[in-house]
Structure formats: C-alpha cells, structure tokens
C-alpha cells in the first residue's frame, strides 16, 4: 500500500438523549461516507458519559458500527473516568480496571498497533496512566515489546489526551493537571518514543483543534466532533469549533487536512445543558 488515508475524530460524547450530538455525528458520518478513508480512529469519549449510563457507550458503539468503514477506538475519560494527577484534586470519576473493562465489553480493544503505508500506527490507553492499576503496567510492557519491533518504521501515536501544551517540561499546574498526559507517565512515555521516529502525536480532549511541531514531531489536537467548551470554562489556546482530521500516509510523510463536515454545528456545551 502506498498511500493510506486516515480520517480522526474525537470526543462525539454520544447519548441517544442528546439529539445534536448525535446530529453532527450523522454529518461527520456523511463527510466519511463522500470520502471513504481507509480507516476511521476514535481518539477518545465516544461517550457521553459512560460511567454513569453504560448505554452512553452502548448508543456511541451502534453509530460507529454503522460508519461505511472500518473504525478503530480508544477510551477516554468521559468513558472509563479520569487520571490522577500530582497536583490537582483527586477526579470525581477516577480510571478504574471496572470502568476499563466495561469499556472493553462494550467497544474492544483500547490498546492497539497495526502498520500501513511503511508507517507503524500505535493507540494507547491514557486515562488509565498514573492510575496504578494492574493494566497500567501490562500496557506499558506491550508498548515495550511493540516498540522494539517497529523496524525503523516512522511512527503515528494516538491517544485522547495531549502529551502536554508547548514542551515537555511544560509544569503540571493545578488548572491544568487534567489536560496533559499527566507527570512521571509522560516522561516515561517521552523516554520510550525517544527510542523510535516518532512523526506524530494525534490526540483529542481539549475540545480546540491545535497543531504544532516540537522537535521533528507534529503534534495535531483534533477538536470535538460534538460540541465547544464556553470560554467562561475553559480559556483559549487553539481553534473552538467543531470538526475532524483528515491525513494522508506515503512512505516516509503525511500529510494533514482540518475539516470542518458541511452541516456540523459548534453547539455550545452551555446550550447543550440548557443555559442558554
């Protein structure tokens, strides 16, 4: 294969009672229908909020199976629960094996490694990072073991949260914390990938499309397919809309296209909760 297409979305946060997220997801659907990409990635919270409604996630696993092709997942934290972080509040919903494995029952794997295009494409678990729990070291042994036969490969990681704003020494600070992949598992993560030609970092969660390049990787946030966050809750540091990534894989580049899908609407968390 020499080239392989590749469309990212992240954080659709369905539920079949939230009518305009499910909206933009049937015109996301319809952008990926008129393209037909090779493969689709879900970089994380499919669902609305799986930990307290496991048909949040049952709704999201039904709309993406109906997706034209095929389509690979990872877990977020609106669908297995948070990390803990060094310096901010323990999160209300914490990332728990329980919440893992019913993510694991409803949608598959949350870990993955497969190659295309001379390219080797990794995904991995972020939430359960610094969490302590037994698959928190099984995956960081699979990533091991996996990285030891990349082959000189050039590499794409996805995972739903950024490994961090700027640089990574960028400080962990309380307002923050819950951003970044959090501290010491972002150096360890850094540290592995230093070992590999890590091209790309692809990730969702902040719900602002953002694409830099530090060093000789690119690293693209893709914004919410469901909805924007109102200022008032969350300041500004890349693009508030909705919309989706669309890359192209050669042997050795790629390249990137932001998409906002015709019809999708910035629906704002706000008037989704009835504010305004």
Known sequence: MHEFRLTQISDTHLARRLQKLTDNFHRVSEHIDATRPDLVI????????????????????????????????LPGNHDIGDNP??????????ATEKERQNYLSVIGEDRWRFDAAGWSFIGLN?????????????????????????????????????????????????????RY??????????????TVDLRLVASGHVHQRRDFTFGHTRHVWAPSAGFIIPDRMQEVIGTKEVGLVDYRFQPD????????????????????????
């Open 42 to 73: 879900n970089s994380g919270d499919l669902a609305f909020d799986a930990p307290t409604s496991r048909s949040d996630l049952e709704f999201a696993k039904e709309l993406h199976d109906a997706l034209p092709v095929p389509c690979r997942h």
């Open 85 to 94: 972080t060094a310096v901010a509040a323990a999160p209300k919903q914490p």
């Open 126 to 178: 972020s939430l359960i990072m610094n969490t302590g729990i037994e698959s928190e070291a099984e995956q960081f042994g699979w990533l091991a073991s996996e990285l030891g036969r990349i082959n000189g490969r050039p590499v794409a990681l996805f995972l739903h949260k950024p490994l961090f704003l700027n640089t990574p020494a960028d400080p962990e600070t309380v307002e923050t914390a819950i």
């Open 181 to 194: 992949v959090p501290q010491p598992r972002r150096k360890n993560l850094i540290e592995m990938f230093a």
């Open 253 to 276: 580049s790629f390249e990137v296209r932001h998409v906002r899908a015709p019809g999708q609407t910035d629906v704002d968390l706000d008037a989704l909760n009835g504010r305004k």
